[in-house]
């Protein structure tokens, strides 16, 4: 079989707008932000997470034909071990690090991940099943309890490893291997007189046939990802059924409702994002990508009804979702706890995944504001400055009991967000027709081909620590373009120059995005302004939890304060209303960012006495304080956190 370039690249006559994203490997971050966060993760979290999985044993579920080791996770309650879905991680992994291969080729890293392969066609079953749990240790239970043990979930993240090995390297043995199970499962399921009328409760393969299908072309693979979103809570629940062949009570559902994996009702009928977070953000990417390919307006619309949801909300102030760690995902609107925020690192990540989709449909900067949101806080506060500590919960305050870890008793986000930043490049343009969309800002060159003409963008640049961007073109012909450049949200005075010419932004705007129409030539520059002053933030009067409290934020980037940089608990502060904030770039910082300098009170214990209460409020003492950015707190000495200050 040959395979199509990129399927999505084609130009069809389509209800949506239908950009598409400029690949990864066309974007080169030399300099500025990124260049240091890429070159981390390259270098050193892609070959520790390789030890890491082997030495937890993640790589040992590959023996097949060894009898199983006893298990090192535990079944849980739900029927599930962590050790069902192993495989999803080791899937992660090489999707991340296949990112990285094209343009930093490394015989080390392929050579660890066609082991991998070798042994994973060598234990997929004839019929093409393959989940490592299933083939050695129970597989007369394949395919008997998809509500709980995530075995196409787990198939999702290979299929998706296999893609992007096969770009990157041009090796097809995975992509054969995977394709093939995707077979099974076709055969399998789906709503044709003997199939099991099925779908998995936590999603990830559904946006994975999507990827598939945009490599191989092959309708059937757009056709499976099709069904599982459609079949998605009908009812009478698949679920329910399944249980009862298990000899079990449905009613026995240890989380108690479906909506726990957005499966309660037909997913277009779904008006607010519930359950599960990764699960919902998974779920909801998937229907951004079937809305593109099948040009279909009731998943868009839904989309678009879950999106404002999310953000209007449900959503963190730095990106993070899903609030509760006893479903790891949402409890009712407006609940935003700080201490015992769950926000998964995977969940903003994912979220990230959902409202790239959105902009491509819809070239609107709300959703790339949501990127840019999780981008700079809630997502890259899941990995630490060396590049091999990580959280998993994202919390907005603490008391000192949150540290990174080195490796987690559920490890999915470390390779979550480091295949996020190995392909980060994509989220930065998209392109169609004589049109270039420009998402984010950061140092970094991008090369395209648009209408058979090459085209060189060189962001120069130290945003977000900085306002200006200067966006230089390099053609090799005068060609007509149109540049669609996102004004970001956050900014409230940004201005426009085209080699030297203010433009009117205000009639340009376009859904959040400056449209600049023109011939251009070799050497045109646009620069860009956004005033990034400080700006103090308060939550909607529901969020109980911010009341009287003030966030931090410059630019996109979420600050909180640290009590490594004040000597006591951030808790005790208290912001006047109209403190001074003054940003310094601070070089010493963890490879250098801008902190906010300040006045503030401080609650003075030294007077208080040995009672826990009394009848005056305590005295307060005036002093400095600074903060930080939120995504790069946890890498110093230990102590309490704060994102939202108390507010005098
Ligand atoms: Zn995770």
């Known amino acids: 079989m040959s395979l199509p370039q990129n399927k999505a690249a084609e130009v069809k006559p389509r209800a949506f707008e239908r950009f598409v994203p400029v690949d990864h ?44 080791s006893p298990l090192v996770r535990p079944i849980q309650p739900s029927g599930l071990s962590m050790q069902h879905f192993f495989d999803s991680d080791f899937g992660k992994w090489i999707e991340a690090a296949s990112y990285t291969l094209k343009n930093h080729p490394d015989p080390d890293i392929e050579a660890k991940i066609d082991a991998i392969v070798e042994r994973l066609e060598h234990g997929q079953m004839p019929d093409g099943y393959l989940n490592s749990w299933f083939i050695r240790r129970e597989p007369d239970k394949r395919w008997t309890n998809l509500r709980d043990l995530h075995e196409m979930y787990s198939m999702g993240h290979l299929i998706e490893g296999a893609v992007a090995y096969f770009e990157a390297t041009g090796k097809r043995r995975f992509l054969d291997v995977m394709i093939r199970a995707v077979d099974h499962i076709i055969d399998t399921f789906g709503t044709e007189p003997g199939k099991l009328r099925g779908y998995d409760a936590h999603e990830e393969v559904e946006l994975a046939l999507v990827k598939l299908y945009r490599l191989t072309g092959d309708p059937r693979h757009l056709k499976l990802a099709t069904y599982f979103v459609d079949e998605r809570g009908r009812m009478p629940s698949y679920f329910d059924e399944e249980t009862r062949r298990r000899g079990e009570n449905p009613a026995d559902y240890v989380y108690g409702t479906y909506a726990y994996s957005q499966a309660h009702m037909p997913v277009r009928n779904q008006t607010q994002v519930v359950g599960h977070a990764v699960r919902a953000m998974y779920l909801l990417s998937a229907m951004a990508d079937l809305a593109y390919e099948n040009d279909d307006p009731s998943l868009k619309h839904a989309c678009d009804r879950l999106f404002d949801n999310l953000i209007g909300r449900q959503l963190y102030i730095t990106g993070g979702l899903g609030p509760s760690a006893s479903n790891e995902g949402f409890t009712r609107e407006y609940d935003l706890p700080n201490t015992t925020a769950y926000a998964e690192t995977c969940a903003a990540v994912a979220l990230g995944l959902w409202s790239h989709r959105m902009a491509q449909l819809d070239l609107d900067s709300k959703f790339t504001d949501a990127l840019e949101t999780i981008l700079f806080n809630g997502a890259l506060s899941g990995i630490s400055r060396d590049g091999e500590h990580y959280f998993y919960e994202n919390v907005l305050e603490s008391h000192g009991q949150h540290r990174r870890w080195k490796w987690h008793y559920c490890p999915c986000c470390p390779t979550n967000i480091a295949r996020f930043i190995t392909s980060l490049g994509q989220y930065f343009y998209s392109a169609k027709r004589d049109e270039i969309a420009v998402h984010l800002y950061g140092a970094n060159t991008a090369e395209l081909e648009i209408q058979g003409q090459f085209v060189r963008l060189r962001q120069e640049t130290s945003y977000p620590w900085d306002k200006d961007v200067l966006l230089a073109l390099g053609l090799v012909a005068p060609t007509r373009l149109t540049f669609r450049l996102r004004i970001p949200g956050w900014c409230r005075n940004a201005r426009l120059w085209v080699n030297g010419e203010q433009m009117d932004l205000g009639a340009s705007l376009e859904k959040g995005y400056a449209v600049v129409n023109r011939e251009w030539v070799d050497g045109d520059e646009i620069r860009l302004t956004f005033e990034m002053p400080v700006e103090r933030l308060y939550a909607h009067p529901a969020v109980g939890e911010d009341a009287q409290r003030v966030a931090l934020k410059r630019g996109p980037v979420v600050y909180c304060v640290e009590e490594t940089d004040i000597g006591t608990e951030p808790q005790r502060l208290r912001i006047s209303a109209d403190t001074n904030l003054t940003p310094r770039f601070d070089e010493t910082l963890l490879g250098g960012a801008v902190v906010l300098e300040g006045e503030a009170l401080e609650a003075d214990a030294e007077d208080w006495g040995p009672t826990l209460y009394r009848n005056r409020p305590p005295s307060l003492k005036g002093r400095t304080f600074k903060a930080i950015p939120y995504h790069l707190w946890a890498n110093r000495d230990e102590g309490a956190m704060q994102v939202w200050l108390t507010e005098k």
């Open 25 to 68: 490997t066309r974007v080169a971050f030399d300099g500025g932000f990124w260049q240091s966060w890429s070159e981390t993760v390259r270098s050193v979290t892609i070959p520790t997470q390789h030890r890491r999985l082997e030495e937890e044993g993640f790589l040992e579920v590959l023996d097949f034909e060894k009898p199983p």
